[in-house]
């Protein structure tokens, strides 16, 4: 069953145009998401989670349960921000991730 | 984050050979997990453990077998490898659940002729 579902493969935006990668998740609990990121030559790391209701390099993610989706936004691109994104769901011990949004900001 | 290692970082093998992925961490992280990453699928989990001596299946275990034996090395055997099984792996710790993030490596590229 596909518990995370991010629509868009590849989404381009101009720099300095707002940005949003979509996420929808499947759970009949408790939700705990996370948005992981993958820079060029470098690992996956964390990006943001929303328990911790924070902003990270100007990104933000609100958990919306009753649409059940976790977008990530930032209102103004910046070139470094093009990056593969992953949505993920926690459930019990397993984190389980979409496919994947790679995003490319033009200059 | 160099607290968790993955070896080797590229590795081409052919069909029906047994392959062997390494990964460690140095944190006594609890929790460990490998994923495999293609085009179309994301990552997708393969096996996780919770603890030494403990493991289970994710989503795609079919064609792989994994082993804990010490908190800290969580390998990763394909028996007999298949040209599906083509695809970078990444091994992941976590020091437990309730919203602790993963910690990754840096991956091994697989290619399976």
């Known amino acids: 069953a596909q518990r995370v579902t991010q629509p868009e493969k590849l989404l381009s935006v101009f720099k300095g145009a707002p940005v949003e990668l979509k996420c929808n998740y499947s759970y009949s609990g408790s939700p705990e998401l996370f948005w992981y990121v993958q820079y060029s030559r470098q690992r996956l790391q964390l990006l943001l989670r929303h328990i911790s209701r924070e902003s990270i390099k100007g990104f933000t993610a609100d958990l919306n349960k009753g649409e059940t989706s976790f977008h990530l936004k930032k209102p103004f691109a910046q070139e470094e921000d093009s990056a593969m994104y992953y949505c993920a769901l926690l459930t019990g011990n397993q984190f389980y991730f979409g496919t994947g949004t790679s995003l490319t900001v033009i200059p | 984050d160099a607290g968790i290692t993955q070896s080797p970082r590229y590795k081409i093998t052919e069909t029906g050979r047994q392959v062997t992925l390494m990964c460690h961490q140095t944190w006594s992280h609890s929790y460990m997990f490998w994923y495999r990453q293609d085009l179309g699928h994301g990552l997708r989990l393969i096996y996780y453990?919770?603890?030494?001596?403990?493991?289970d299946k994710g989503e795609v275990p079919d064609g792989y077998v994994v082993s804990r034996s010490k908190t800290e090395n969580f390998p990763l055997t394909l028996e007999s490898a298949t040209r599906s099984q083509t695809s970078v792996y990444f091994c992941a710790s976590s020091s437990g659940t309730g919203g602790e993030k993963l910690f990754f490596g840096s991956g091994t590229q697989l290619s399976v002729l």
């Open positions: 453990s919770a603890a030494a001596d403990i493991t």
